[in-house]
């Protein structure tokens, strides 16, 4: 039974007996199914095999260590990418924050490993929510910023978006968790943050300060006293500053004050007015004003005058009559008006008419007051402030009366009430701004007014915003001869001015390698280790000034200084390997050897401090190339040393006796190692041995003897010399006769089944031995197929086919061995691989016979087609042939005989061909009919081809029902009885096999 293997030729597949084979060096294309076909004349069989080859499992950076740091909540991706066939399984072991991926499959397993370190992001008690802290001036003020997190968080305190620099009043305790300031001020009211960061992530809370001030009320500390003549409107104020803005309710007498039409409270309780004053206003009256810091009052004693009324006829009092001592400022008039002139202040007062006659005396009080036009004390007219610095703009004035002050900003109103955030408007007029910002700087104008007139003053208010330099890179770090610019973007009102200064020395403008932009930058062209150090940039104005320190680190490549570039050594002596590198910072040195990194510990390796490379004790493994590693972040240098070991010679020589035939040559070895390598010289029986056509010392050292004669019998000694030490070893030589094999026929054909004797003599001293093969494999006389008699001859009783091929007979003896082939071919039979069969195609196509046999010798193939023979071609490589006719023809159907002739005897194989032909129809294809009606139509269909074909016929593209009237005849006419009208038409014949 054949074994047929179908694959690509670039398989490694070779046949190993008739039905199994093997593929040597599988990889993975090797999978799929393999086919095994066996066939014979009586048939074909087929086996599936489904190899599946199987990789084992593999994964990047299998056997390292990988440390994960990951965030508390967030997910730890460890990226275990394995590939093997089949797939790996996966499997993980949990070891207290190590992991382990371990990929395994049927052919194998590896693993790689993670440390996992888990950090906690900080968190900050109660951050969720902004805290309002509320503080009454004057009094402590503490915030407390409790976090917590792994690594521990670092803790920053913002005011209002800026850094909180720490002064007298403000400290920062317990690691910045607690800040207290000592007397809370109206300027720390603001929004403060405590910020909390570690490498885990960050984390804020807000505190929202508002500082109290208790309410004051002008002159509170007195009790005013006021009169109103009965019938006209006295007003009584109650100014009162505070933060936040006072509630401000009036007492009458101690009880509650209610309001009514005539008597009202203005402005949320600054005034209290009473219109129409009556006896019954006259009391005292309390101002109340609180807020969450506290309360004051003011108290108020109203007498309500009536006014004295003179009857007619009164009698006209002289001049002068009254006042005491004459002043000519008085002039008194006929009708009793009295007439003052150039009015002064001290004229105010109450003054008093009294008429009197013989009935009595009738008196009339008149109260003067006298008017001053408002005048506003002198002052600065440029302010300048810091921002959230409160000021105070001065407008304090006077007047008869109390002069009404208002106030405008760049032209417009300022409403102090709508804005008490942002302006007070003090009682003596002056106008405070509680927290100034940039917005705040304007032209501000202070207007006075009473009865008597008017008066203002212009101050020009410019608020100041200390500098801030901008959250940049505070590290550095450069390689030398690279540019660097380090950044300083400073902004402030007015702009601040920048001042650089390295290591606590100032920097001018321009100096060795770097210069001053005009933006503030600092500009190092070309960095050096010089330029390495702590850069402070310095931002100062009117307002105040800051700081930021940039650390610069230059980087200098690493350059390893003089290298040996060979080091010889003598083996087990120490050596030490140097490697001096410089560069900044410091490099660190490590050692490969051969591209591989040597461990310098636990054995004879060690890296001194200095960088060298120290060998204890060299041995010839440490013969190599040493590379000197030079790292540092700026880059990488290299230097490489040989390393030669110098070894004593020895000599490596398993055989120590020679048996070698005449005339041959032989090879006496002498393999000498050492280092340096030694020289080696031959003496023959204790002679100098010299060098000549055929002996000659091959470079191995060994002994090279051609053309072997008797007189080479003797001892050989080899001597291996160097600077180390000198060896030499013995050997002998014996010159014998090779075996010799002769006589018999190399080609030997028998016919199968027959008997078949394979001749072999051979000489030699010693007697040499016989033994044989077949095609390489030795034969034994086991398995009773072979017979080998003592002369040496090989009988086989019953050749086979198998029995066939190359036959060697060897002889051998102590010396060497002889062999002769002998060719056997077994002639068979004629066989067929390939059976003709019975064909049916159609007349016009292609026809292909094919037809296929083995035997020995290869069979001669002829065809016959009905008996008569036919020239074909017939492959002989492959035992196949082919009979092809490209169109077919009715005339090519018939038999067709495939023989099969060798020397042996003779087969065929018979096979039928039917050629079929489609339908035709005789005649014209189309035609025109007329028939009168009522007479009869014969429609002539006449259709040949083989097999006879069926016809069909069709109207106006619709079959034709067949009825008594309309008939298909037997030769496949249509006849139609008796036409019609309806008969009228297109028919189609059609005609199918």
């Given at each position: 039974?054949?074994?047929?293997?179908?694959?690509?030729?670039?398989?490694?597949?070779?046949?190993?007996?008739?039905?199994?084979?093997?593929?040597?060096?599988?990889?993975?294309?090797?999978?799929?199914?393999?086919?095994?076909?066996?066939?014979?004349?009586?048939?074909?069989?087929?086996?599936?095999?489904?190899?599946?080859?199987?990789?084992?499992?593999?994964?990047?950076?299998?056997?390292?260590?990988?440390?994960?740091?990951?965030?508390?909540?967030?997910?730890?991706?460890?990226?275990?990418?394995?590939?093997?066939?089949?797939?790996?399984?996966?499997?993980?072991?949990?070891?207290?924050?190590?992991?382990?991926?371990?990929?395994?499959?049927?052919?194998?397993?590896?693993?790689?490993?993670?440390?996992?370190?888990?950090?906690?992001?900080?968190?900050?008690?109660?951050?969720?929510?902004?805290?309002?802290?509320?503080?009454?001036?004057?009094?402590?003020?503490?915030?407390?910023?409790?976090?917590?997190?792994?690594?521990?968080?670092?803790?920053?305190?913002?005011?209002?978006?800026?850094?909180?620099?720490?002064?007298?009043?403000?400290?920062?305790?317990?690691?910045?968790?607690?800040?207290?300031?000592?007397?809370?001020?109206?300027?720390?009211?603001?929004?403060?943050?405590?910020?909390?960061?570690?490498?885990?992530?960050?984390?804020?809370?807000?505190?929202?300060?508002?500082?109290?001030?208790?309410?004051?009320?002008?002159?509170e500390s007195t009790i005013q006293d006021l009169s109103v003549l009965q019938n006209r409107q006295v007003t009584l104020e109650c100014k009162s500053d505070a933060v936040p803005p006072?509630?401000?309710?009036?007492?009458?007498?101690?009880?509650?004050?209610?309001?009514?039409?005539?008597?009202?409270?203005?402005?949320?309780?600054?005034?209290?007015?009473?219109?129409?004053?009556?006896?019954?206003?006259?009391?005292?009256?309390?101002?109340?004003?609180?807020?969450?810091?506290?309360?004051?009052?003011?108290?108020?004693?109203?007498?309500?005058?009536?006014?004295?009324?003179?009857?007619?006829?009164?009698?006209?009092?002289?001049?002068?009559?009254?006042?005491?001592?004459?002043?000519?400022?008085?002039?008194?008039?006929?009708?009793?008006?009295?007439?003052?002139?150039?009015?002064?202040?001290?004229?105010?007062?109450?003054?008093?008419?009294?008429?009197?006659?013989?009935?009595?005396?009738?008196?009339?009080?008149?109260?003067?007051?006298?008017?001053?036009?408002?005048?506003?004390?002198?002052?600065?007219?440029?302010?300048?402030?810091?921002?959230?610095?409160?000021?105070?703009?001065?407008?304090?004035?006077?007047?008869?009366?109390k002069p009404t002050v208002s106030w405008m900003k760049n032209g417009r109103a300022i409403n102090t009430d709508q804005n008490q955030n942002m302006y007070r408007l003090l009682s003596s007029g002056s106008l405070v701004v509680i927290a100034p910002t940039v917005e705040d700087t304007a032209l501000y104008e202070c207007v006075v007014s009473n009865e008597a007139g008017e008066d203002s003053r212009f101050i020009n208010l410019t608020v100041h915003v200390p500098p801030s330099i901008a959250d940049e890179s505070t590290e550095l770090v450069v390689t030398r001869l690279s540019p660097v610019v380090i950044a300083c973007t400073a902004s402030g009102v007015p702009e601040p001015t920048i001042h650089w200064s390295k290591d606590g020395m100032k920097l001018p403008k321009e100096g060795q390698g770097y210069s001053i932009l005009p933006t503030g930058p600092v500009e190092i062209t070309?960095?050096?280790?010089?330029?390495?150090?702590?850069?402070?940039?310095?931002?100062?104005?009117?307002?105040?000034?800051?700081?930021?320190?940039?650390?610069?680190?230059?980087?200098?490549?690493?350059?390893?200084?003089?290298?040996?570039?060979?080091?010889?050594?003598?083996?087990?002596?120490?050596?030490?390997?140097?490697?001096?590198?410089?560069?900044?910072?410091?490099?660190?040195?490590?050692?490969?050897?051969?591209?591989?990194?040597?461990?310098?510990?636990?054995?004879?390796?060690?890296?001194?401090?200095?960088?060298?490379?120290?060998?204890?004790?060299?041995?010839?493994?440490?013969?190599?190339?040493?590379?000197?590693?030079?790292?540092?972040?700026?880059?990488?240098?290299?230097?490489?040393?040989?390393?030669?070991?110098?070894?004593?010679?020895?000599?490596?020589?398993?055989?120590?006796?020679?048996?070698?035939?005449?005339?041959?040559?032989?090879?006496?070895?002498?393999?000498?190692?050492?280092?340096?390598?030694?020289?080696?010289?031959?003496?023959?029986?204790?002679?100098?041995?010299?060098?000549?056509?055929?002996?000659?010392?091959?470079?191995?050292?060994?002994?090279?003897?051609?053309?072997?004669?008797?007189?080479?019998?003797?001892?050989?000694?080899?001597?291996?010399?160097?600077?180390?030490?000198?060896?030499?070893?013995?050997?002998?030589?014996?010159?014998?006769?090779?075996p010799s094999v002769r006589g018999g026929e190399q080609e030997v054909a028998v016919v199968e089944n027959s008997q078949a004797q394979l001749v072999c003599v051979a000489e030699g001293v010693p007697q040499p031995s016989l033994s044989w093969e077949k095609d390489g494999n030795p034969l034994t006389e086991i398995t009773g197929e072979y017979t080998i008699l003592p002369s040496g001859e090989l009988v086989i009783d019953t050749a086979q086919p198998d029995d066939a091929g190359s036959y060697t007979c060897v002889a051998t003896n102590a010396v060497g061995q002889d062999s002769r082939t002998v060719t056997l071919s077994v002639h068979t039979h004629p066989v067929f691989t390939e059976l003709l069969g019975d064909v049916a195609l159609n007349k016009g196509e292609r026809l292909l016979l094919a037809c296929g046999v083995s035997g020995n010798p290869p069979p001669r193939i002829t065809w016959a087609f009905n008996n008569n023979i036919i020239p074909v071609h017939y492959d002989h490589m492959n035992g196949n042939s082919e009979l092809v006719i490209d169109r077919v023809s009715k005339d090519d159907s018939g038999t067709y005989t495939c023989v099969a002739e060798n020397n042996v005897g003779t087969i065929k194989s018979l096979g039928f061909v039917y050629v079929k032909e489609p339908p035709i129809i005789d005649g014209d294809l189309h035609s025109n009919r007329i028939e009168p009606l009522g007479g009869n139509a014969i429609l002539n269909c006449e259709v040949r081809g083989d097999p006879l074909p069926t016809i069909r016929w069709s109207k106006n593209g619709i079959n034709i029902k067949i009825s008594n009237r309309i008939r298909q005849m037997d030769n496949g006419s249509l006849a139609i009885y008796g036409t019609v009208g309806e008969d009228a038409g297109n028919y189609m014949c059609v005609g199918n096999k």
């Open positions: 039974m054949a074994c047929l293997y179908q694959c690509p030729p670039t398989y490694g597949f070779c046949l190993l007996d008739r039905c199994s084979g093997r593929i040597t060096r599988t990889q993975v294309s090797d999978s799929g199914t393999y086919t095994c076909v066996a066939s014979n004349r009586a048939g074909v069989d087929n086996r599936h095999y489904n190899l599946q080859v199987h990789v084992p499992p593999s994964l990047d950076g299998a056997g390292s260590t990988d440390d994960v740091t990951v965030v508390r909540g967030n997910v730890a991706s460890l990226l275990c990418i394995a590939d093997g066939t089949p797939n790996p399984d996966y499997a993980q072991v949990n070891d207290t924050g190590r992991y382990t991926c371990v990929a395994n499959n049927t052919a194998g397993q590896t693993s790689r490993h993670f440390n996992l370190k888990v950090l906690d992001p900080p968190r900050i008690k109660g951050s969720g929510v902004p805290a309002e802290v509320s503080v009454v001036v004057n009094n402590v003020l503490e915030l407390q910023c409790e976090a917590s997190g792994i690594p521990t968080p670092s803790l920053t305190w913002l005011k209002d978006g800026r850094p909180l620099p720490q002064t007298n009043s403000l400290r920062l305790l317990r690691g910045g968790e607690v800040l207290r300031v000592a007397s809370a001020q109206l300027e720390d009211t603001g929004r403060y943050s405590c910020l909390a960061n570690s490498p885990a992530g960050d984390d804020d809370k807000e505190f929202l300060v508002r500082v109290h001030v208790p309410p004051n009320i002008a002159g006072p509630t401000l309710t009036w007492l009458k007498d101690g009880q509650p004050f209610q309001a009514s039409a005539r008597v009202r409270i203005l402005s949320g309780g600054r005034y209290l007015q009473i219109n129409m004053a009556e006896l019954s206003d006259r009391a005292q009256y309390t101002c109340v004003a609180s807020n969450i810091a506290g309360k004051t009052t003011r108290q108020f004693n109203l007498a309500v005058n009536v006014a004295p009324t003179i009857k007619e006829g009164s009698q006209t009092v002289k001049h002068g009559a009254i006042l005491a001592g004459n002043n000519p400022r008085y002039t008194f008039a006929e009708d009793g008006s009295l007439h003052i002139q150039s009015a002064q202040v001290t004229d105010t007062g109450r003054y008093l008419c009294m008429a009197t006659n013989q009935a009595g005396t009738q008196r009339k009080r008149v109260d003067l007051q006298i008017y001053v036009p408002p005048s506003i004390a002198d002052g600065r007219t440029n302010v300048t402030v810091t921002v959230n610095v409160q000021t105070t703009l001065s407008c304090e004035a006077t007047g008869i009366p070309s960095a050096e280790l010089s330029h390495a150090g702590r850069y402070s940039c310095t931002a100062k104005n009117a307002a105040g000034s800051t700081h930021r320190h940039v650390q610069l680190t230059v980087q200098e490549l690493p350059v390893i200084q003089y290298h040996p570039a060979i080091l010889d050594v003598i083996l087990n002596n120490p050596i030490t390997l140097p490697c001096r590198a410089t560069g900044s910072p410091r490099p660190t040195i490590t050692w490969q050897k051969e591209g591989i990194n040597i461990p310098t510990t636990g054995g004879s390796f060690t890296v001194l401090p200095n960088g060298s490379l120290q060998i204890s004790k060299a041995s010839v493994s440490d013969f190599g190339t040493y590379i000197c590693v030079a790292q540092n972040p700026a880059g990488t240098a290299l230097g490489k040393t040989k390393l030669r070991v110098q070894v004593p010679p020895v000599i490596s020589s398993e055989t120590l006796k020679y048996l070698a035939p005449v005339d041959s040559s032989v090879t006496l070895q002498c393999q000498a190692d050492g280092s340096p390598p030694p020289s080696v010289t031959w003496h023959k029986d204790g002679q100098p041995l010299s060098e000549s056509v055929r002996q000659r010392v091959l470079s191995s050292g060994s002994l090279q003897i051609a053309f072997i004669q008797p007189s080479d019998t003797g001892r050989y000694t080899c001597t291996a010399a160097n600077a180390a030490g000198t060896v030499n070893i013995e050997m002998s030589l014996t010159v014998q006769i090779p």
